[in-house]
């Protein structure tokens, strides 16, 4: 029916087709009750044309609290069906409308929009992610129409003493393109209808007994009525998409009325749906900009929540690193994989989601952590933890490869239909099975995988798995393991394993670097590799805290660089903020910058970020040599800034005490964060028991000696961030939050005495490139 009327729009004038199409309207279907064309393009409010009333958008940031006022996110007429129209967040954004009442569809309705649905939630409590809800499950009385998991969509009604679910399974909604879905009740007939770009889908008997009424609750356009919730802060069942031409008509419909609509709505375009682009969709990360935490130049998403960053790797000119997302908001869910692509892995680009959960009996609740390899011809492939509720356990592997190679940005992912490796009783604490690394061995034509998991009875481990072709593997049991009654804690699953080359060890055999994560620490064993036994021994058993900052730097991953050899790890920098604030300022967590992993001549690890990190230096406002520390500090105390890179070195002293610097400092130290190493106490510590007025943050660090060498210090500062490297023999990453917005100085920690050998700062660039 449809097809019917855009080949009218097409050939024939616009007044004769949009007469043509609302005689066809008046024809099947009662005067609309309610209607919101969304074209505003600004503002709060959105107007209902029928009766002229403006209704509120409600939106996080129509009052922000940590940025300047913003309104919701129109899009111009260009991406939308009829002039304008809204994107939705997925989280805070919903139009609440006065109800309508029993007596307004007493002869039925029919319920219509244009949606373009960015991505899927999980489906909790049951509920549809809504189009348009007024709806009480108790009472079972009202509607809820709206989309549910992978694209499923329907229509809840309430008839007194059932509720009514008709949902469409077999044709679901498309992400990131238009679709026209309406809902249709004829109380005389006892109907309820679904149709989908014209097409009557479905036509379903209501229950004989009972009555279709309205409950006392507001209409919400984009949330379903009674949300499911997290911490009492973040409401579910929320819809993520643009949507346009939200209608409520007063009676019944039929598949030529609906396609009146459709093709009314689209006369301005001669019938032709617009394309969208991945920008109409995406939350531009402009839309941050005032927040003094919001870092600059740290690796994040534009918007919204991450997790572990993970599966880098390097084809064809670019960087690509994935990470764990929640598309709908600032909170962990529904996790899918986020995809950047980079140059010089400093300068990242935002792609479109690289992997979601489908009803495909693989990865239907979650695309969880893991790793990129190469196959034998040197395509990139992925290898995910694909979360399976119905599956037992509900963690397996699965592997994806890119849909078209010619892709510079390679997009577009398949995942192979099944599982590759499934975890089977006596490998490992069964159920306990995530976040697979891959790498080949470059002494043979096997690749190995290590998959999280734990040894009853013994300690956390990494179970190791071969293979030939990257699809069948052998089990060749735990990694290694160490005894867990000496290091209580270490019995759980040791997440995200990581095994990198480091170098040659002082014995002249080759060691890498064994890194996972347990209870949001990185931990890391220093040891040797046996390709031919599959096991790892490391030189001391004793796990070591891989960054001193107490839980901030977690969730390692890493990859060996093949332009240049470097064994290279991200981390996931978390954010350390209660769930309200993170509601409020639209995002959460970020990544850590990426760290270069060499052995020192002693057999230690040493770690160093990036070289490239250099190109972001922009204007170098201190470049001290040979000074006393009052000479340095007088200096430093006259600049300011929130997104800078600082270089100390202090010649060895023999006096014991507190060396290093200050950030985010306000007039009078009013607000202060120090790090500093204390050679009294032989630490690297920071102390942020000031960094906030009325906000104790308290002291984070650990052992450090700096024996009788200089006292080499890059830290960086990134809005909330604060990341430094000593010596590189350590690192700290830690997060403040000051609550005065002068609090961008800048201090020196040194002894009366002390010499500066140098002091260095410059202000850092974006590491965002668009398009």
């Known amino acids: 029916m449809i097809n019917h009327y855009l080949r009218r729009l097409r050939g024939a004038g616009l007044l004769a087709c949009l007469m043509t199409a609302l005689h066809a309207v008046a024809a099947t279907a009662a005067p609309p009750l309610a209607y919101w064309p969304l074209d505003e393009g600004d503002g709060k409010l959105a107007t209902e044309a029928v009766s002229g009333r403006r209704d509120a958008v409600d939106y996080v940031f129509n009052r922000a609290r940590f940025k300047p006022d913003s309104a919701p996110l129109w899009r111009p007429a260009g991406s939308c069906i009829r002039n304008g129209c809204l994107l939705f967040d997925g989280y805070s954004t919903n139009i609440a409308a006065p109800g309508l009442s029993s007596a307004q569809l007493a002869q039925g309705f029919t319920l219509s929009a244009w949606v373009a649905p960015h991505a899927f939630e999980w489906g909790d409590g049951g509920h549809y992610s809504a189009f348009l809800s007024q709806f009480d499950s108790e009472a079972k009385q009202g509607f809820s129409f709206g989309v549910y998991r992978f694209g499923t969509w329907g229509i809840k009604l309430g008839f007194g003493s059932a509720i009514v679910d008709v949902r469409i399974k077999e044709r679901k909604l498309p992400r990131d393109a238009w679709s026209h879905v309406a809902a249709s009740y004829d109380p005389a007939k006892r109907l309820v209808a679904l149709f989908l770009n014209g097409e009557r889908l479905l036509n379903v008997a ?55 609509i459709m093709a009314a709505d689209l006369g301005d375009r001669h019938g032709v749906v617009p394309t969208l682009s991945p920008s109409d969709l995406r939350i531009a990360s402009s839309i941050f900009d005032g927040d003094p935490h919001r870092p600059q130049y740290h690796l994040m998403p534009d918007a919204g929540w991450m997790n572990e960053p993970h599966a880098p790797f390097y084809y064809g000119g670019q960087y690509h690193l994935f990470f764990q997302k929640n598309p709908f908001g600032p909170f962990w869910h529904q996790i899918h994989w986020g995809h950047w692509v980079s140059p010089d892995m400093v300068r990242w680009r935002e792609l479109p989601i690289a992997l979601a959960p489908e009803d495909d009996g693989l990865a239907t609740d979650g695309i969880w952590s893991g790793s990129a390899t190469y196959a034998a011809d040197g395509t990139p492939v992925l290898f995910f933890t694909a979360g399976n509720d119905a599956a037992k356990p509900n963690q397996r592997t699965g592997m994806a490869t890119p849909h078209e190679l010619r892709d510079p940005d390679l997009v577009r992912w398949d995942k192979y239909a099944t599982p590759v490796t499934l975890q089977k009783e006596g490998q490992g604490r069964f159920g306990e099975f995530r976040d697979p690394f891959v790498f080949r061995d470059g002494t043979r034509s096997h690749w190995f995988q290590l998959v999280g998991s734990s040894l009853p009875g013994r300690s956390g481990t990494a179970l190791v798995y071969e293979s030939s072709d990257l699809r069948n593997w052998t089990p060749r049991g735990p990694l290694f393991s160490i005894d867990g009654k000496r290091f209580p804690g270490f019995e759980a699953t040791w997440e995200l394993p990581v095994l990198l080359p480091v170098g040659k060890g002082p014995d002249g055999r080759e060691r890498h670097v064994f890194l996972n994560d347990l209870h949001g620490q990185a931990y890391y064993w220093i040891g040797v590799f046996d390709a031919a036994t599959a096991r790892f021994t490391p030189d001391i058993e004793a796990p070591r805290v891989f960054d001193l900052g107490q839980g901030h730097f977690s969730g390692p991953s890493g990859f060996v660089d093949p332009k240049t050899g470097r064994s290279i790890v991200f981390s996931i920098a978390q954010g350390e903020r209660k769930l309200q604030d993170e509601y409020d300022a639209g995002w959460a967590h970020n990544g850590g910058l990426p760290i270069v992993l060499t052995l020192g001549t002693d057999g230690e690890l040493r770690l160093a970020p990036i070289g490239e990190l250099t190109t972001l230096r922009g204007q170098q406002l201190l470049d001290l040599r040979d000074v006393s520390v009052d000479q340095a500090a007088a200096a430093l105390s006259a600049i300011h800034g929130r997104a800078l890179e600082m270089e100390l070195v202090l010649a060895p002293s023999p006096l014991a005490g507190k060396r290093g610097l200050g950030v985010r400092a306000a007039p009078a130290h009013a607000e202060l964060t120090e790090l500093y190493v204390d050679t009294a106490r032989n630490r690297l510590e920071i102390d942020r028991t000031r960094s906030a007025s009325g906000r104790d943050g308290g002291v984070q660090g650990g052992a450090f000696a700096l024996a009788e060498e200089p006292l080499h210090m890059r830290l960086f500062l990134d809005g909330s961030m604060i990341e430094a490297y000593v010596n590189e023999r350590n690192s700290l990453t830690s997060r403040v939050y000051p609550t005065r917005r002068d609090a961008d100085g800048l201090a020196l920690l040194a002894q009366a005495g002390d010499r500066v050998v140098s002091l260095k700062v410059w202000t850092m660039g974006m590491t965002e490139k668009r398009n």
Not at 207 to 213: A, I, K, M, N, Y
Request: overall charge negative; aromatic content about 8%; cysteine-free.
């Open 206 to 260: 209501a229950p004989v007994d009972g009555e279709f009424s309205m409950p006392a609750l507001p209409l919400t356009i984009g949330r379903y009525s009674q949300a499911e919730q997290i911490g009492g802060v973040f409401k579910l069942n929320t819809f993520l998409g643009l949507m346009d031409e939200v209608r409520v008509g007063a009676g019944p419909s039929d598949a030529a009325a609906v396609s009146a």
